[in-house]
T-cell receptor, first 116, second 114 residues
Framework: AQKITQTQPGMFVQEKEAVTLDCTYDTSDPSYGLFWYKQPSSGEMIFLIYQGSYDQQNATEGRYSLNFQKARKSANLVISASQLGDSAMYFC?????????????FGSGTQLTVLP | EAQVTQNPRYLITVTGKKLTVTCSQNMNHEYMSWYRQDPGLGLRQIYYSMNVEVTDKGDVPEGYKVSRKEKRNFPLILESPSPNQTSLYFCASILSGKSTDTQYFGPGTRLTVL
């Protein structure tokens, strides 16, 4: 069984600053994947970034990077140069097989507000 | 355009009145699933389907049924809805990749059971 913990229900960041959203995970699977999704106020789920448990380097996608610390079981999302459009709910999730988005376990989410 | 569609998008119903939320994808994906989203709990998987006629329970299947008679459709059935099934429901399908899957979510169905 997997578990995701997001300890920050809400976060505020000033526009153009960087922000880190925390995610810790617990899994007994030897191979697993970590995902981050964004949910704007309109409600749709938008995939942001993925990290496999065997990946040596931290994943990056544009302004998003995933700070993966395997020993600490953390997979924090870093958003650089925040924009007003980044205001949204952010979910961390894990799946039982590296690369697989099947049977994901999600965290409770972090509501990010970007201030002008 | 590749997409997952859900209908209805909003539904208010009463306890015990059977309802079906439809989900359809036009990408020929084999894997589809249903999630519910509740405040403070994130998304939780209800059921998933690996292919036509192959379905299995997720983490919170009680009170729900699904069927997969065609590859493109994966309806969610609430035979006797109760107020604790008031939630935001997402259907999703997955494109299996060489190294990473790509998950496509539907727009969501907001269900209120009175």
């Amino acid at each position: 069984a997997q578990k995701i913990t997001q300890t920050q229900p809400g976060m505020f960041v000033q526009e153009k600053e960087a922000v880190t959203l925390d995610c810790t995970y617990d899994t007994s699977d030897p191979s697993y994947g970590l995902f981050w999704y964004k949910q704007p106020s309109s409600g749709e789920m938008i995939f942001l970034i993925y990290q496999g448990s065997y990946d040596q380097q931290n994943a990056t996608e544009g302004r998003y990077s995933l700070n993966f610390q395997k020993a600490r079981k953390s997979a924090n999302l870093v958003i650089s140069a925040s924009q007003l459009g980044d205001s949204a709910m952010y979910f961390c999730a894990t799946g039982p097989y590296s690369g697989s988005a099947r049977q994901l376990t999600f965290g409770s989410g972090t509501q990010l507000t970007v201030l002008p | 355009e590749a997409q997952v569609t859900q209908n209805p998008r909003y539904l208010i119903t009463v306890t015990g009145k059977k309802l079906t939320v439809t989900c359809s994808q036009n990408m020929n994906h084999e894997y589809m699933s249903w999630y519910r989203q509740d405040p403070g709990l994130g998304l939780r998987q209800i059921y998933y389907s690996m292919n036509v006629e192959v379905t299995d329970k997720g983490d919170v299947p009680e009170g729900y049924k699904v069927s997969r008679k065609e590859k493109r459709n994966f309806p969610l059935i609430l035979e006797s809805p109760s107020p604790n099934q008031t939630s935001l429901y997402f259907c999703a399908s997955i494109l299996s990749g060489k190294s990473t899957d790509t998950q496509y979510f539907g727009p969501g169905t907001r269900l209120t059971v009175l």
